[in-house]
């Protein structure tokens, strides 16, 4: 059998460091789920905040954390090629790899209430069975999971029952107790208010808002992307990611509407509650993927990147240290045990606050990086993952 020689796609870890990016940005206007920002008094800076607020979620909002969980997906049939290429079968270990992502996932949820690696950890098994599975299966499993059937079925079921009532939103009380221990606790006290009520508030949140359906449908469409080479430059690829970007851009603007004026005229609230979350977790879903395909033709145009799109590539390459250490600092910054700032700084100091840990992280990894192959946390997965501390053959990791 030919061995491979792995590699990484360079392409990829910049879309990854992209997309962290963008959930750095998010999760300080969010205060890292401390929701509110003072008045601003000036209207100059009553302009930047609501402008600012606005148009990073409106660009980034469920897209940065799509294009996190579609590359996760392309990350799977990376692992899964190169161990076939060495005679091996990789699904078993990457169960045992998503349960060291577990363990990682309860480390980040120590701190900050909106982890979603237990997510992952849990979706991630469906890649185990898929790996088997057709092209043309694949993708009509991922679309029916990303159309949200669970949804749509509450819909139809309320549509004959006007009497039953669903709200969704059993996070609310969990949200609620984290949010307090957040804004007046201290350390120990925000440390294990997290280890239950925190991720009972993240988690719920994540079931009840579509993405338990939404996650693994990303994965398997990044499988799929991987099976067919489309992150690396070729004449099929640009032609894929010319069509995507027509059929997603076209796709976006009704969907948009739709999801805009339609609510407003929806009386019964177990369907307008449902309606939020399908409708919306599509447009998403086109919005990441024009995003996406914009990004990659941009990128084969240039040969091999820009320097606008390759300087973040060690960002991407540390994602996992860079995403758990973020919401370290970010938590740090705003809850009442750090230094507090929930309720100091608005969205446009929230975003200058985000630049800040993007560049010092960005920094942090281009000098690790330097010195060693991947980044500190990267290497403890990749070691846990094959059971060998010995030096080995590098590979493609996420």
């Keep these: 059998m030919t061995t491979l020689q792995p590699h990484r796609i360079s392409s990829v870890d910049a879309l990854r460091g992209f997309a962290l990016l963008a959930i750095v940005l998010l999760h300080n206007l969010e205060h890292y789920n401390i929701f509110g920002a003072p008045a601003a008094e000036s209207p100059l800076l009553k302009w930047l905040d609501s402008t600012s607020y606005d148009f990073i979620f409106f660009i980034f909002a469920g897209k940065a954390y799509a294009t996190f969980s579609l590359l996760f997906g392309f990350s799977f049939f990376i692992q899964l090629r190169n161990a076939r290429s060495r005679g091996n079968d990789f699904r078993a270990r990457f169960a045992w790899r998503m349960f060291l992502l577990f363990c990682f996932s309860q480390l980040h949820a120590l701190f900050y209430n909106g982890d979603i690696l237990l997510l ?9 069975p898929a790996s088997s599975w057709s092209d043309k299966k694949v993708l009509v499993v991922a679309s029916i999971l990303m159309l949200q059937p669970f949804a749509w079925g509450k819909i139809i079921y309320a549509l004959f029952n006007p009497q039953y009532i669903d709200t969704n939103s059993m996070f609310y009380r969990y949200a609620a107790i984290a949010t307090e ?8 006290e925000t440390l294990a208010d997290n280890i239950w009520n925190g991720q009972l508030y993240s ?23 991987g099976r067919k080479n489309l992150f690396v430059q070729s004449d099929t690829s640009r032609r894929f990611w010319i069509s995507t970007l027509k059929t997603a851009g076209c796709a976006c603007v009704p969907l948009f509407m739709l999801c805009r004026l339609v609510p407003p005229h929806i009386e ?10 399908a409708l919306p977790m599509i447009y998403n879903f086109s919005f990441m993927a024009m995003l996406v395909s914009a990004f990659m033709l941009v990128w ?8 606008s799109q390759r300087f973040i590539i060690p960002y991407g390459k540390m994602s996992l ?3 758990i250490f973020q919401s370290i600092i970010g938590v740090t910054l705003y ?17 200058c606050i985000a630049c800040a840990i993007f560049t010092f992280q960005l920094g942090y990894s ?7 192959p991947q980044g500190p946390l990267e290497y403890l997965w990749k070691r846990g993952t094959w059971l060998n501390w010995q030096k080995t053959q590098s590979a493609a990791t996420d």
């Design 335 to 351: 809850y009442h045990f750090g230094f507090g700032l929930f309720d100091k700084v608005g969205a446009f100091g929230s975003v």
């Design 268 to 277: 019964n609230v177990t369907i307008l509650s449902y309606y939020s979350i």
């Design 120 to 128: 992952y950890s849990v979706c991630g098994l469906i890649l185990i």
């Design 366 to 372: 281009r000098l690790w990086l330097r010195t060693h």
């Design 300 to 307: 084969f145009k240039a040969g091999d990147g820009r320097k």
């Design 321 to 323: 240290t860079n995403y």
């Design 181 to 188: 221990t957040g804004q007046n606790g201290n350390l120990i």
């Design 203 to 225: 988690n719920f949140w994540q079931v009840e808002a579509g993405r338990l359906f939404q996650t693994p449908a990303l994965f398997l469409f990044g499988m799929w992307l």
